[in-house]
């Protein structure tokens, strides 16, 4: 879809007006080998990653939740973009023209639309999945399964494919260009298709992403004040001394002594389990906030799950905004020309910029998995330098500290 909106926005009919590109798509030889380094190493940078984050989901234990098939689904779409879609879109800019064929590119454009459309889909169906797990969280939690995500997954790309399927109809095709024009490869132009396909592939997703993100943004927020009123200890009672020469009430029963009540230094029951250090040296976050609570005893499960939770819902909300700003300039200013046409059209070297800072969106999630999520951060570790390099990256922290308090002993001793 954008790949056929830039030759239709940026220059209408390629060599059919003044100033058109030539065969060469107007660089010099110097700047098209600079472009095709640069895409080729995008598409190439596009593939591993995605491919990494695939492989990380299908064999990292802290990552085989029902949700994270979302994220597989997501990065197989970016994969298609970057084997199917950016690698002819290149050809096209440096050629000028289209030099694949009228079938191929039919089923080019139907791609471009269906990996497109597929993306944004995928984002909006992972809100309001955070969303339903935010607000239902006993209930969505107990009836998420694999089988379910899965289908959700299946309704997203049939919705896609449904979308792109106006391409490949010969009524909306484009017309043969004239004989002293170079061939052309490009959606339709009529001002209807143009917003239709602007509205549905990108502004309507979007405003439901932004709203159930709002949404949720507010939840978090008021869901801390509410549990720590809850979680505040009642005021100690003063203690009652008994009289002297009283003897203290037994406890219900024969004579039974009464009960002594645990105290905050008891040691723990046998069922509960020790905190490991992070990769930092220091406690998880919900390791810290169990420590500092009124109770003696660590955080459940299920608040370990909340917080794991929290950390995939922010995730994903920066992928989301990834996701916007590298679109939003090419479909706004896309839906400016199916409204008013030259009238609105914006510079072609711009409108190209837009249009490959698009592309680059899909090669940006593999890098914030990494930046912000430990979880990918540590199975993408394990695949890339083996589980052995992981374990003593994260041990060092520990072994460092160990050595420093080894050495305060000795110079104290000394």
């Not at 906030?289 to 499960?301: G, N």
Request: positive net charge; hydrophobic residues 45%.
């Amino acid at each position: 879809m954008e790949a056929a909106a830039a030759a239709a926005a940026a220059g209408e009919g390629n060599g059919s007006s003044g100033g058109a590109p030539s065969v060469r798509g107007g660089y010099s030889a110097g700047g098209a080998a600079a472009l095709a380094a640069v895409v080729g190493a995008l598409i190439a940078f596009t593939v591993a990653g995605n491919v990494l984050v695939v492989v990380a989901v299908r064999r990292s234990r802290a990552l085989r939740a029902p949700q994270h098939l979302f994220v597989v689904s997501l990065a197989c779409a970016d994969v298609l973009v970057a084997a199917l879609v950016m690698p002819f879109s290149l050809a096209n800019e440096l050629q000028g023209a289209w030099r694949f064929g009228p079938a191929w590119c039919r089923a080019y454009l139907a791609l471009d639309v269906l990996c497109c459309t597929a993306s944004i889909a995928h984002l909006c169906a992972i809100s309001l999945d955070r969303y339903w797990a935010v607000t239902r969280a006993l209930q969505y939690g107990h009836g998420r399964s694999a089988r379910r995500v899965k289908g959700a997954i299946g309704a997203v790309w049939l919705l896609s494919a449904a979308i792109s399927l106006p391409p490949l109809l010969p009524a909306l095709a484009e017309p043969p260009p004239a004989p002293h024009e170079p061939p052309r490869c490009r959606l339709n132009d009529q001002p209807w298709y143009i917003l239709a396909s602007c509205a549905g592939s990108f502004f309507a997703p979007c405003l439901i992403m932004l709203l159930v993100y709002a949404r949720i943004y507010r939840l978090a927020r008021r869901r801390p004040a509410s549990l720590s009123r809850k979680q505040r200890p009642p005021p100690a009672a003063a203690p009652t001394t008994p009289p002297p020469g009283a003897r203290e009430p037994l406890a219900p029963g024969r004579g039974s002594p009464p009960r002594r009540r645990p105290s905050a230094s008891a040691s723990p029951p046998p069922w509960t389990f020790s905190f490991s250090a992070s990769a930092s040296g220091r406690p998880p976050a919900w390791a810290a906030a169990a420590a500092s609570s009124s109770s003696p005893w660590p955080a459940s499960r299920g608040e370990a799950s909340q917080a794991r939770e929290k950390r995939f819902t922010f995730v994903l909300a920066v992928v989301m905004g990834a996701f916007v700003l590298c679109w939003f300039p090419f479909f706004f200013s896309y839906s400016l020309y199916g409204i008013c046409r030259q009238a609105c059209r914006v510079p072609e070297p711009l409108f190209k910029f837009f249009f490959w800072i698009g592309y680059c969106n899909s090669s940006l999630n593999p890098v914030i998995y990494t930046v912000f999520n430990q979880d990918f951060r540590r199975a993408f570790k394990h695949i890339l330098f083996g589980r052995s390099s992981a374990r003593r990256k994260a041990h060092a922290p520990r072994a460092s500290a160990q050595r420093k308090a080894l050495f305060s002993w000795k110079f104290f001793i000394l």
